[in-house]
Antibody, heavy 120, light 106 residues
Framework: EVQLVESGGDLVQPGGSLRLSCAASGFTFRSYAMSWVRQAPGKGLEWVSGISGNGGSTYSADSVRGRFTISRDNSKTSLYLQMNSLSAEDTAVYYC?????????????WGQGTLVTVSS | DIQMTQSPSTLSASVGDRVTITCRASQSITSSLAWYQQKPGKAPNLLIYKASSLESGVPSRFSASGSGTEFTLTISSLQPEDFATYYCQQYHSYSSFGPGTKVDIK
């Protein structure tokens, strides 16, 4: 059974940094692209960033490019999102999502989400 | 970037109704489209991929069609557990989601 467990969400001040983690199990982690998708309170889904199975290719949405960095450690079957220069607009539940092949596509499994709140 | 739109934004329906949601892309995405269902406080759940392929375990009352820039999701006979928000997602060029369609009780 695929399991994705996010952690690292917290209350952080504007301008601060935070690192999210997603622990994956139940599948061959290195064989699949992974993404972070966020959802602001009461709003829709926003794709944030994606990474290929081997970690060699990454891409981020315009709203976070230059501030957020996605990475993965296939030896630890873990996905990460380093978030810098946070603002109130980054407040959201952040989901880790599994793709179905090596590069970006649709998501067949999701974690339960971790809440990031940016506020002073 | 590819922009996705959905209509309607809210749909009021009754159990047993046939429901159709439309998703449009700002440029052709061929058949690189997925549909998700999300209930309050829960993660999204994949319903449809490649525009019309039903994900394993999803009830057959869900169906979808389309290609290029216009797509539809249909629920043939709405069940109580189907009241939720539905999102389309394109994965032709990176990824982006539509704004969602909330299906609520009439």
């Amino acid at each position: 059974e695929v399991q994705l467990v996010e952690s690292g969400g917290d209350l952080v001040q504007p301008g601060g940094s935070l690192r999210l983690s997603c622990a994956a199990s139940g599948f061959t982690f290195r064989s699949y692209a992974m993404s972070w998708v966020r959802q602001a309170p009461g709003k829709g889904l926003e794709w944030v960033s994606g990474i290929s199975g081997n970690g060699g290719s990454t891409y981020s949405a315009d709203s976070v490019r230059g501030r957020f960095t996605i990475s993965r450690d296939n030896s630890k079957t873990s996905l990460y999102l380093q978030m810098n220069s946070l603002s109130a607009e980054d407040t959201a539940v952040y989901y880790c999502a599994k793709g179905v092949q090596l590069w970006l596509d649709y998501f067949d499994s999701w974690g339960q989400g971790t809440l990031v709140t940016v506020s002073s | 970037d590819i922009q996705m739109t959905q209509s309607p934004s809210t749909l009021s329906a009754s159990v047993g109704d046939r429901v159709t949601i439309t998703c449009r892309a700002s440029q052709s995405i061929t058949s690189s489209l997925a549909w998700y269902q999300q209930k309050p406080g829960k993660a999204p759940n994949l319903l449809i991929y490649k525009a019309s392929s039903l994900e394993s375990g999803v009830p057959s009352r869900f169906s979808a069609s389309g290609s290029g820039t216009e797509f539809t999701l249909t629920i043939s006979s709405l069940q109580p557990e189907d009241f939720a928000t539905y999102y389309c997602q394109q994965y032709h060029s990176y990824s982006s989601f539509g704004p969602g369609t909330k299906v609520d009780i009439k």
